[in-house]
């Protein structure tokens, strides 16, 4: 079973380059990649044009703007700032103020060891003295250490897009996006809108009960997996056989017919072959049916545990989007089904007949 460390580094791991996300972009699916990756992968291709998913082959258009126009994956960025964050020593922080007035210069800037709350700045002992006594009240001031970091991370994903000021409060049903108060003043007051925390309970079961429906899914194509192969097996069984009898004809004929001999045997290998070829046909929409399934749960649940409110509303609506395409997709329709293959060997007494060595004969069998 998976551990919570090792699903976070999944989640935060470039399929493309295996590295840790740079700049991270969502597609339609929800998987993520590097936005240099996908720019690498799709290099032969123009905008607007439809290309499909590197994982799961699920086509969408390239946006007019380019591949930077794709949404920021900001759960993904989020789980990011969390891991660095972890490891991240504050022996490497330097004062933000001091940096500011050496304009960068090394010269006289001290370590940063309190954090505002307030103003979102880091800064030394010294620096942090006028934060204490503003007219307006003093400031919130915090230890620099690995829980802030953590803290501040939170708090950086709750701030609305449009006003940076602002926690989003609010979630508009009509636009589909979390809004703060000032949205909702400007331009959300005719909309329906609930509170984020009530609309993520709502959101998070509807998710849910898709995951459960989904993870049923999995298993049955499991299932089918398994039967496929024994499917499979079956049939090698008796091509092997038909091969067996194929050539004890073949030494009862001894020369006269060894030229035939070489003929059948290669239409078995030919039926074989494109049964090969069936079987790995259907075993692929199996596999890509799974990385979808198990992509989607293995998001959905690191969402639904680790997220805030305001990162299920977020996603909620691709997620379930997502989620009745999985569902949609009847991969369990597909099924092999393989070639009946026999061998009818010649009368050896007639060795005079064209047909010394019998036939191979192919047709599709059924399984009950």
């Known amino acids: 079973m998976a551990t919570a460390s090792s699903v976070t580094t999944d989640l935060t791991t470039c399929p493309i380059c295996l590295e840790v996300f740079n700049n991270p972009k969502s597609l339609p699916c929800l998987h993520a990649f590097c936005l240099k990756c996908l720019e690498g992968y799709f290099k032969d291709k123009c905008l607007g044009d439809e290309v499909p998913c590197p994982m799961c082959r699920k086509e969408f258009q390239i946006p007019a703007d380019g591949l930077a126009g794709l949404q920021h ?22 004062c933000e103020v001091c940096l500011e007035m050496n304009e960068g210069s090394s010269k006289e800037i001290k370590k940063a060891t309190i954090c505002c709350i ?7 002992e010294r620096c942090s003295r006028p934060h204490r006594k503003w007219a307006g009240g003093a400031h919130q001031l915090k230890p620099l250490g690995a ?4 803290e501040l991370i939170q708090l950086r994903g709750s701030y609305c897009d449009k006003h940076k000021d602002e926690q989003v409060k609010l979630y508009c049903y009509e636009c589909d996006e979390n809004i703060c108060v000032l949205c909702f ?7 329906e809108t609930a509170e984020i925390q009530e609309v993520a309970k709502t959101l ?11 993870l049923s899914k999995v298993h049955n194509i499991r299932k089918m ?24 004809t073949e030494k009862q004929l001894h020369e006269i017919v060894h030229n035939q001999a070489v003929e059948q045997l290669d239409e078995v290998e030919m039926i074989k072959a494109e049964d090969a070829k069936n079987a790995e046909a259907v075993e692929e929409s199996y596999q890509l049916a799974l990385v979808a399934m198990e992509s989607f749960h293995t998001y959905s649940r690191e969402l639904l545990d680790k997220g805030r409110p305001s990162d299920v509303t977020r996603a909620a609506s691709e997620l379930l989007k ?9 991969v369990t329709s597909v099924q092999y089904w393989p070639s009946h293959v026999t061998f ?18 192919a047709g599709t069998r059924y399984f009950t």
């Not at 989620?323 to 009847?330: G, I, P, Q, R, V």
């Open 204 to 214: 998070a079961r509807r998710i849910d009960s898709h995951n459960q429906l989904l």
């Open 73 to 94: 994956h900001f759960f993904v960025q989020r789980l990011i700032d969390a891991r660095n964050a972890s490891s991240k020593s504050t022996d490497e922080e330097a």
């Open 225 to 248: 997996s398994k039967e496929k192969e024994k499917k499979r097996n079956e049939f090698l069984k008796q091509a092997n056989k038909v091969e067996s009898e194929i050539k004890v």
């Open 147 to 150: 829980e802030l970091e953590q």
């Open 118 to 124: 307030d103003c979102r700045q880091k800064l030394c």
């Open 185 to 191: 003043a400007v331009k959300h007051r005719q909309h």
């Open 344 to 361: 009818t060997p010649a009368d050896v007494t007639q060795v005079k007949r064209s047909n010394m060595i019998g036939k191979v004969a």
């Open 322 to 330: 997502r989620a009745t395409e999985l569902l949609d997709n009847d």
